[in-house]
T-cell receptor, first 112, second 111 residues
Framework: EAQVTQNPRYLITVTGKKLTVTCSQNMNHEYMSWYRQDPGLGLRQIYYSMNVEVTDKGDVPEGYKVSRKEKRNFPLILESPSPNQTSLYFC???????????FGPGTRLLVL | SQQGEEDPQALSIQEGENATMNCSYK?????LQWYRQNSGRGLVHLIL???NEREKHSGRLRVTLDTSKKSSSLLITASRAADTASYFCATDGQSNYQLIWGAGTKLIIKP
């Protein structure tokens, strides 16, 4: 089944404890992206990647890192999480040249 | 990036009625997309309309685009309980790699 998967789906952590949220897609898509969703603010893009080893900042990159060593994976790293990073995170992918994005199920993060 | 705006923020209607939600945006676009999100889940693409199109249909969905007013509307006809969800518009703005998202319309269909 064609899909975008994220792990973990739910995470409670404490301030300053490094964490990684994984994202993987099995559709051979070139483009991948991370978003955060907060009430009343819609989706805000954190980072995106046009292909392997090519990444760029979105609108709210502060406090996050990403890497794209393989086409299928695009992990989101929070080196030192803070409470203002409590949010619902989505990974998405699409093929190059197409506009429709395919979303993962989301990761709900709580930073205490 | 500037966000699009959707209205209403929330809409509650009876099953079988039509639901209309609107999206306004600020920059010129190549296309506009509508997505649906069931409570807390991933977004699902519904329909894409290009800047040279005025109207597009997909099943019970009808999307219009008015580039002169920088606005779009999504009409869901003969609503069903399963249509209860949040609906988001997204525009491509000036970039091929970034979408600009509205804050969404929360639609509740009452049985």
């Amino acid at each position: 089944e064609a899909q975008v998967t994220q792990n973990p789906r739910y995470l409670i952590t404490v301030t300053g404890k490094k964490l990684t949220v994984t994202c993987s897609q099995n559709m051979n898509h070139e483009y991948m992206s991370w978003y955060r969703q907060d009430p009343g603010l819609g989706l805000r893009q954190i980072y995106y990647s046009m292909n392997v080893e090519v990444t760029d900042k979105g609108d709210v990159p502060e406090g996050y890192k990403v890497s794209r060593k393989e086409k299928r994976n695009f992990p989101l790293i929070l080196e030192s999480p803070s409470p203002n990073q409590t949010s619902l995170y989505f990974c998405a992918s699409r093929p190059d040249g197409q506009e429709t994005q395919y979303f993962g199920p989301g990761t709900r993060l709580l930073v205490l | 990036s500037q966000q699009g705006e959707e209205d209403p923020q929330a809409l509650s209607i009876q099953e079988g009625e039509n639901a209309t939600m609107n999206c306004s945006y600020k920059t010129s676009i190549n296309n506009l997309q509508w997505y649906r999100q069931n409570s807390g889940r991933g977004l699902v693409h519904l329909i894409l309309i290009r800047s040279n199109e005025r109207e597009k249909h997909s099943g019970r969905l009808r999307v219009t685009l008015d580039t002169s007013k920088k606005s779009s509307s999504l009409l869901i006809t003969a609503s069903r309980a399963a249509d209860t969800a949040s609906y988001f518009c997204a525009t491509d703005g000036q970039s091929n790699y970034q979408l600009i998202w509205g804050a969404g319309t929360k639609l509740i269909i009452k049985p």
